[in-house]
């Protein structure tokens, strides 16, 4: 079937007749939603939200400093940046600026996009900061001298890495532990590193010696040194595929020793404990549960543990953070949050009490701690309140102390007159009741066009959360907004994701139908009006339902999406994804995706909705290729399809906020002309 697809040009992501032809669409897609007269509106509503001055600029604390990388108006590209906590609590702090990246790109005529830094400790005087080129997963490394705001030369023996999906982290100021690209043999099937090497500042990485290494079939293997005083460790995790992981403990000399935790368990050592949290059951405990062990005690083969959390129906946890000396747990009960401080006691056990008041049908999440601090502040906890009608809180608490502080409080950016958030139960086809989010008018009559959000996918939860450009393009002119918390997500676990695991992945597609239909049997929304948005998996999710449920919508968008699922494992970052989806190359696991493969199951006889599909060029995570190769085909079988693809952004789309609200707008123009009947743009 792949010899026989007329469209496998479209795959050269920058071969001359794609680009040409990428060309040709971007330009009938621009030209047909950039006359509306609302566009121009939506894109600067777009761009004043993106750009606001008065978000909040979260932060992670390094020494004496905290640290922001920050993107306005004036700073497309961005800003890396520094002040201290008793300018942060005031309105207007003073910023230091560490490292300007718009300056950077300027000077080397380089679209280079901030992906990051790895300061060493215990110093912090160094960097190893990421650098992309427009956007992609892969980045080139320079080492930075943070209190000198330049980077070390190579002439100097500065840390140097050309471009690749890099894994590096310092070990001590002259040593690193570096996985990427260095010929044959060093990186896996999925483009990610196979080996890790000790690199020694001043000789040449292809002699360092390989300290670790996975097998080509697995997706990637990392290394880390932990600095901690009395606590120094070399640790390593070579995962085998997307939920099976191992992890060791490196010595200077022997050989890695294997921490003998499940396969699918996520492991991680923190001073004195090994704290496990269980995606199946172990040792009598459930999955779902997170389990600490006196590390030194589990490598001589005890077992005896402490448990932190264990989940029930309707509660699990979401995930976890530390301090020096405490534990927040971040927990979620019917999607809604709860924080949770638990600290060990000196006689055995933990005590727990809550951290913070959070709302119901809200979102509260640990933005940083810095358990890496040798003061006071190794217990400092940040955390955010949200909701999808409120916005963000930035609160900080300290874990052996009483009070909550508020350090900042993001503006209301559209208005919430007569809007309310429900929450509501559809009915999936196995009878499981799948949870979603209503935003909208508290009184409508009739149905109102509605933006319908899933993704579904790689155990990641879909909560509430405040979102200005929502709210502006689309509540604000009468329009309701849902988002389904479907299986294959974690919503509930390690089981609900596993629901829709493989050959189980018809239950996802099943419960975001259900939700449509639930939509309108409430007079939320009828198909004609329903539209529906998702990107990457969740684009995945979009294609589905363009072939398979045709009649339940009105619109669809697909972002940076899969669609080719016989091929998928073929292109670029694909194969670390097998485990989520299955195997094209075992028979019985081809003819399960072939069932629902969007890019195989267009149906020109029964026809789809209106499609916009957008992509990048420079995504190095999902090949533009699917939604090239998807919307060549619509075209041919005349279907509905708009085609728009960013030459930067990488897997996100966009590269800068100028660029992210241009999509923006076009996508809320599509949809709102198509489901409101407004300038409807035509089949």
């Not at 910023?95 to 830094?117: H, I, K, N, Q, Y």
């Not at 080129?133 to 930075?144: K, L």
């Not at 998996?537 to 072939?547: A, D």
């Not at 097998?578 to 006889?605: F, K, M």
Request: aromatic residues 10%; glycine residues 10%; charged residues 25%.
């Amino acid at each position: 079937m792949e010899d026989d697809d007329p469209y496998l040009w479209l795959e050269e992501i920058e071969g001359e007749a794609a680009l040409a032809w990428v060309e040709e669409r971007n330009a009938e897609t621009v030209a047909e939603l950039t006359a509306d007269p609302g566009f121009e509106a939506l894109r600067k509503e777009a761009r004043e939200v993106l750009s606001d001055p008065a978000r909040i600029p979260y932060v992670v604390r390094r020494g004496p400093h905290l640290y922001n990388f920050w993107r306005d108006a004036a700073h497309l590209r961005g800003v890396w940046r520094r002040t201290t906590l008793a300018e942060y609590r005031g309105p207007d702090p003073r910023w230091e600026t560490v490292l300007d990246v718009d300056a950077l790109a300027a000077a080397e005529d380089v679209p280079w996009v901030w992906s990051g830094a790895v300061v060493q400790r215990p110093g912090r005087k160094r960097a190893l900061v990421k650098l992309s080129r427009d956007g992609a997963d892969a980045t080139v490394v320079r080492e930075y001298d943070v209190e000198g705001r330049r980077f070390v030369t190579q002439a100097e023996g500065g840390f140097r890495l050309p471009e690749a999906k890099t894994s590096v982290t310092w070990i001590d100021q002259d040593h690193l532990f570096v996985g990427t690209d260095t010929g044959p043999g060093s990186l896996t099937r999925s483009g990610y590193p196979r080996t890790v090497r000790r690199w020694r500042r001043g000789t040449p990485l292809a002699e360092s010696p390989v300290v670790f290494e996975g097998r080509v079939e697995d997706v990637s293997v990392h290394a880390w040194h932990d600095p901690t005083p009395g606590f120094e460790r070399d640790l390593a995790v070579r995962h085998r595929d997307f939920w099976s992981s191992e992890y060791f403990l490196l010595g200077p000399d022997a050989a890695p020793v294997r921490i003998e935790v499940p396969d699918d368990a996520l492991a991680r050592v923190h001073r004195e404990w090994l704290l496990v949290r269980l995606r199946s059951p172990w040792l009598e405990r459930p999955a779902g549960a997170l389990l600490a062990f006196p590390f030194d005690a589990f490598l001589r083969g005890e077992r005896a543990h402490d448990v932190l959390f264990t989940p029930d129906e309707r509660t699990v946890l979401d995930g976890y953070a530390t301090t020096r000396g405490h534990l927040v747990l971040e927990t979620l009960t019917d999607v809604s949050s709860r924080l949770q401080l638990l600290t060990p006691n000196t006689g055995g056990g933990w005590s727990r009490r809550p951290l913070g008041e959070v709302p119901p049908l809200s979102t509260a999440a640990v933005t940083a701690t810095a358990p890496d601090e040798e003061d006071e502040n190794a217990e400092e906890i940040l955390f955010d309140v949200s909701g999808y009608l409120q916005p963000a809180t930035l609160c900080r608490a300290m874990a052996g102390a009483s009070g909550v502080e508020t350090l900042k409080q993001a503006p209301a950016r559209f208005a919430t007159e007569g809007l309310c958030v429900r929450q509501h139960f559809a009915i999936s086809a196995d009878g499981t009741r799948v949870p979603y989010f209503v935003v909208g008018p508290e009184r409508q009559e009739g149905p109102v066009p509605t933006l319908l959000y899933g993704y579904g996918g790689f155990e990641v939860s879909l909560t509430p959360s405040y979102s200005a450009v929502t709210g502006r393009t689309w509540l604000r002119r009468g329009g309701a907004y849902v988002v389904a918390n479907i299986r294959g997500g974690g919503e509930y676990g390690p089981a609900w994701h596993r629901a829709a695991l493989g050959a189980a992945r018809d239950r996802a597609f099943e419960d975001f139908a259900a939700v449509a239909r639930d939509l309108a049997a409430r007079g939320v929304t009828a198909p004609e009006r329903l539209g529906i948005s998702g990107g990457s998996n969740g684009g995945l999710l979009m294609g589905v339902m363009l072939t398979r449920h045709p009649e339940l919508f009105g619109a669809v968008v697909a972002e940076v999406p899969l669609l080719d699922m016989l091929r998928f494992h073929r292109l670029l970052a694909g194969s670390s994804w097998i485990a989520e989806y299955g195997d094209p190359d075992t028979p019985d696991e081809r003819a399960q995706l072939l069932r629902w493969s969007p890019y195989h199951n267009l149906d020109a006889d029964r026809g789809c909705p209106p499609l916009l599909l957008t992509t990048s060029t420079r995504d190095d995570r999902v090949h533009p290729g699917h939604a090239r190769k998807m919307a060549a085909r619509m075209r041919d079988r005349g279907l509905p399809v708009r085609y728009f693809e960013n030459t930067g952004g990488g897997h996100a789309g966009a590269a800068d906020h100028e660029q992210a609200a241009f999509v923006e707008a076009l996508t809320h123009t599509f949809l709102w002309r198509t489901l409101s009947g407004e300038g409807r743009v035509p089949d």
